[in-house]
């Protein structure tokens, strides 16, 4: 088994950023790839960012595209998401996933873990 927690979620002003930290615990961190997906109210969750086991590859929704990066420090455990010039529709639960699959993905089916979530305001 593998738990995540996210943390780094707040109320923020359009325009500014935010970090998000994921931590897990139990399984061999380094072995999975890691994922951010978010959810607004009302609609289904989406994908945000994904990097794979080694950091080498990472993949971004075409909405954050340029304005997130995701990273790893596999020697923390830890999976970040730096979240720059944000804005309101950025508003939503950010759910951090970890999948047995090294490589990189986008589809949240391949996500075996799952963190609680993190709340992100962005205020206009």
């Known amino acids: 088994q593998v738990q995540l927690v996210e943390s780094g979620g707040g109320l923020v002003q359009a325009g500014n950023s935010l970090t998000l930290s994921c931590v897990a615990s139990?399984?061999?961190?380094?072995?999975?790839?890691l994922g951010w997906f978010r959810q607004a109210p009302g609609k289904e969750r989406e994908f945000v960012a994904a990097?794979?086991?080694?950091?080498?590859?990472?993949y971004y929704a075409d909405s954050v595209k340029g304005r997130f990066t995701i990273s790893r420090d596999n020697a923390k455990n830890t999976v970040y998401l730096q979240m720059n010039s944000l804005k309101p529709e950025d508003t939503a639960v950010y759910y951090c996933?970890?999948?047995?699959?090294?490589?990189?993905?986008?589809?949240?089916?391949?996500?075996?873990?799952w963190g609680q979530g993190t709340q992100v305001t962005v205020s206009s």
């Open positions: 990097i794979s086991w080694s950091g080498g590859s990472t």
């Open positions: 996933a970890a999948s047995h699959r090294m490589g990189a993905t986008k589809d949240r089916n391949q996500y075996d873990y």
């Open positions: 139990g399984r061999t961190f380094s072995r999975f790839a």
